[in-house]
């Protein structure tokens, strides 16, 4: 089956940790994004990337980095320097003209 | 002042009504426009995509998009207690890799 799927489902961190999130699509999809979903909120996009070996900052991008080595892959670290961390955490991926789709999110939570 | 904006809710329908869900937006140059529904804890899955004006009909779901004002609407039919969900609209212009994202609104409908 295609899509995008996103792991651990739940994630605890510890102050001072970092920590990384996974997000694998196998839609052939060239774009790959990071969303923080906060309650009440929408969708504030952390980093994007159009290719692999590329990505930029999105509007939150602060105490997170990522990585693009391979098209599938897009994963996001959550580093110490975010000082707020806990949130529900969406991967999507798009190509073309077309829309994106979500994977089904990791919950992060600050111990 | 928000590029797009959506009330929060919550709204609350019997079984059976027609609901109305809507989005403003300031920026003139989106032409595409999607509504995605989200279930708790779960990632937002797409319902609706329409590029430029006009109407859209799947269903029981029609959406609607009117540039001159810039505003869009999704319509339920014949609502169901598991329509009950956060519905987002979102929207981006041609070839932009940003999709922007309103806050979501939480609709229930009570059986």
């Known amino acids: 089956d295609g899509g995008i799927t996103q792991s651990p489902k739940y994630l605890f961190r510890k102050e001072g940790q970092n920590v990384t999130l996974s997000c694998e699509q196998n839609?052939?999809?060239?774009?790959m994004y990071w969303y923080r979903q906060d309650p009440g909120q929408g969708l504030r996009l952390i980093y994007y990337?159009?290719?692999?070996?590329?990505?930029q900052k999105g509007d939150i991008a602060e105490g997170y980095s990522v990585s693009r080595e391979k098209k599938e892959s897009f994963p996001l670290t959550v580093t110490s320097a975010q000082k707020n961390p806990t949130a529900f955490y969406l991967c999507?991926?798009?190509?073309?003209?077309?829309?994106?789709?979500f994977g089904p999110g990791t919950r992060l939570t600050v111990l | 002042q928000k590029e797009v904006e959506q009330d929060p809710g919550p709204l609350s329908v019997p079984e059976g009504a027609i609901v109305s869900l809507n989005c403003t937006y300031s920026n003139s140059a989106f032409q595409y426009f999607m509504w995605y529904r989200q279930y708790s804890r779960k990632g937002p899955e797409l319902l609706m995509y329409t590029y430029s004006s006009g109407n859209k009909e799947d269903g029981r779901f029609t959406a609607q998009v009117d540039k001159s004002s810039k505003y869009i609407s999704l319509f339920i039919r014949d609502s169901q207690p598991s329509d009950s969900a956060t519905y987002l609209c979102a929207m981006r212009n041609t070839g932009g890799f940003k999709t922007i994202f309103g806050a979501g609104t939480r609709l229930f409908v009570k059986a």
């Open positions: 999507a991926s798009r190509t073309g003209a077309d829309t994106q789709y």
């Open positions: 839609l052939n999809h060239d774009a």
């Open positions: 990337s159009q290719i692999v070996n590329d990505f």
